[in-house]
């Protein structure tokens, strides 16, 4: 089909953009696009696209901004149950590590979720799946990591496999057996860490190459929880080398709470993310500038723990770095399915233009999971994820919060009206 009339089309096309280039739209006024089975086929001015493709079915986009479908480049969108006691708690003076000490957190939510079946676990996830591909995610990352035991947590894994083939929202799975101590090692850290070296990371690789279509299907990131409480950065190093000598790609949760220097040793290992990064120090923003590791800025969190501290965004772009957006969906923090509102939060929080926030939420955030030559961009050959959205600027997006800006989702050349 042929979208057409498009009073601005945001291709942002030209790959993933550092430093001063964020927010480079590739903006073409009177736009239009030709989707050819599930790729963009073509892209330029309506007239031109119309008198070279009279016969195409058509799809008049007057008065819809039309941008590439957002990418939640880092949720924790599986789990069952839910933390609202907690919630209340940290209004009554708790902190998230006090929560977590005292057997809740993380915790909470691991007891629920090994207690669950695949199919549990896939009920209670679809709704959640469903209300952001509504608000315009076509492709999120989703994480384990609410087992830490090597059986549940390949259940997690088999349920992410299981909801992206149900589809339409496209799913990138990362395994987070390292998101905190097991319960059976609480006070054996390095016993937990070695268990996930000698064991579990074995475990989940051979798994994985028995699914079907694994010759077609990368393996999943590993990621590890590098924080005060979690896992110190010798352990953290431990499980990340053990990871990549399996062959698995490399994401970390750094410096949401202290810096123990764990953005430099992904930069270091060649991760594809550092997500987090509120306390990030000036040596690690220079390392990630030098890096094609992705700076991945969580501001729902943040905002989640009523924390006044956020990722210091303009300290990275002025080095030059690599900057996304994501949504840091989970049970415990920020229960947000909603990047528009990711972007108004980033708009006012990490000082970003609503421009550089769309870039930050679609090219970059697609190179935060790999996929940035597929996805999160209208370019040819690329896959036909869009969005048309039900204003006629796309400043609208941070500026305006709380409503559901999206009219309607195009996941791989298929039409999901979303209004109307």
Aim: hydrophobic share 45%.
């Amino acid at each position: 089909m042929l979208i057409h009339t498009i009073p601005q089309l945001l291709t942002l096309s030209g790959g993933p953009q550092r430093g001063s280039e964020l927010g480079r739209l590739g903006l073409i006024e009177n736009g239009a696009v030709l989707i050819q089975d599930d790729l963009i086929a073509a892209v330029g001015r309506s007239d031109e696209l119309r008198a070279a493709y009279p016969h195409e079915p058509a799809l008049d986009a007057s008065g819809h901004v039309v941008l590439p479908g957002f990418v939640d480049a880092h949720t924790h969108a599986l789990w069952a149950g839910h933390r609202a006691a907690e919630f209340e708690a940290r209004l009554q003076g708790k902190t998230y590590l006090e929560i977590l000490a005292a057997g809740g957190g993380i915790l909470s939510t691991v007891r629920a979720t090994r207690q669950a079946s695949l199919e549990q676990l896939c009920a209670e996830t679809r709704p959640r799946l469903k209300a952001m591909f509504a608000h315009g995610t076509t492709t999120a990352e989703v994480k384990s990591g609410y087992g830490l035991e090597t059986a549940t947590e390949i259940l997690m894994l088999a349920a992410i496999l299981t909801l992206d083939a149900e589809g339409p929202l496209e799913l990138a799975a990362t395994f987070l057996g390292a998101h905190a101590i097991a319960p059976e090692f609480k006070d054996d850290p390095n016993g937990y860490t070695a268990h996930l070296c000698k064991h579990m990371l074995p475990a989940v690789a051979s798994w994985w190459q028995r699914q079907p279509s694994s010759a077609q299907r990368p393996l999943p990131f590993v990621d590890v929880f590098c924080e005060t409480g979690a896992f110190d950065l010798a352990q953290t190093r431990a499980i990340l080398e053990t990871a990549r000598s399996l062959g698995f790609p490399l994401k970390i949760h750094a410096d949401e709470f202290d810096n123990l220097g764990g953005v430099s040793l992904a930069v270091e290992l060649g991760a594809v993310s550092a997500d987090h990064l509120v306390k990030t120090s000036p040596a690690d923003i220079a390392a990630l500038a030098s890096s094609n590791t992705v700076a991945v800025a969580l501001p729902c969190t943040p905002f989640g723990l009523a924390e006044p501290h956020y990722t210091p965004a303009r300290d990275i772009l002025a080095a030059g770095g690599l900057l996304a957006l994501a949504t840091d969906l989970n049970p415990g923090t920020a229960w947000n399915e909603n990047m528009q509102f990711a972007i108004a939060l980033a708009c006012r929080y990490l000082k970003l233009t609503p421009a550089q926030a769309i870039a930050a939420a679609t090219i970059n955030a697609a190179a935060a999971i790999g996929r940035a030559d597929r996805i999160g961009s209208i370019e040819p050959g690329k896959q036909a994820d869009l969005l048309l959205l039900d204003v006629p600027d796309y400043r609208h997006l941070g500026y305006r919060f709380g409503v559901n800006l999206v009219h309607t989702v195009i996941k791989k050349g298929r039409i999901y009206p979303q209004k109307g």
